[in-house]
């Protein structure tokens, strides 16, 4: 087994480049932020408020949630589309900064990715979920880019950009600063900057530090 960990905070492009990275390396995918998301949907569908941890907790244990490549499923529902809603993105926030919540969903993603090469990407992949992974990297940009990347995904109008901004900010400062599993990049993890590169610069970059030169 071969894991190739990418963190990075929201809107740095790692579902974009971790695809890509697979793709080109026969890899598989795990997007470990829709699994998060997959959580805070049912959340939401029981009527339990995301802030409730122990609840939330409940919910994490007991949710039948299975990934297939970039399709996700809750029993035999595929979700993959509704857990990007507005509302979802609010709450995951919340939801993903209780230590229950986290514990099951790092034992989940370790059960998916057993036995198999995959490119693993989230906010603790190389830090705390595959803290032995064979590469890491550490995906970033600069918040403005990230602003116009997210409002570009989400099809929103220009004049919302400065709000997105806003959310990613406090995205970054909720996700690097919980007390379990935050955002950070791993000590022995490559930084790489997407700002001004393309996607395939970005995937070029990763392979060759996977490759070696």
């Known amino acids: 087994m071969r894991v190739i960990a990418i963190d990075g905070p929201a809107g740095a492009g790692k579902s974009t480049v971790a695809q890509a990275v697979a793709e080109r390396m026969g890899f598989d995918y795990l997007d ?16 339990v408020d995301p802030d409730d941890a122990a609840a939330v907790g409940r919910i994490a244990s007991e949710i039948d949630l299975r990934v297939t490549g970039e399709r996700i499923f809750i029993g035999v529902e595929d979700v993959s589309r509704k857990i990007r809603s507005a509302e979802v993105t609010r709450a995951v926030s919340l939801v993903s900064t209780h230590p229950e919540v986290r514990t099951q969903m790092v034992r989940r993603q370790r059960e998916v990715a057993a036995g198999r090469n995959v490119v693993v990407e989230g906010r603790d992949i190389g ?8 590469a890491k990297v550490y995906l970033t940009a600069s ?33 690097s600063t919980r007390p379990e599993s935050p955002l950070t990049r791993a000590p022995d993890a490559v930084e790489v900057d997407s700002t001004d590169k393309t996607v ?9 530090l996977v490759s070696g030169p």
Do not use: C, K, N
């Open 200 to 208: 395939e610069q970005v995937v070029d970059e990763i392979e060759m």
């Open 143 to 175: 918040i403005e880019e990230r602003a116009r990347r997210r409002t570009d995904q989400l099809a929103l109008d220009r004049d919302l950009l400065e709000e997105i901004r806003t959310d990613l900010w406090r995205r970054d400062e909720v996700d």
């Open 32 to 47: 470990t932020g829709a699994m998060y998301r997959a959580v805070a949907l049912e959340t939401l569908r029981r009527g």
């Open 127 to 134: 830090s705390v979920v595959f803290p032995d992974a064979d």
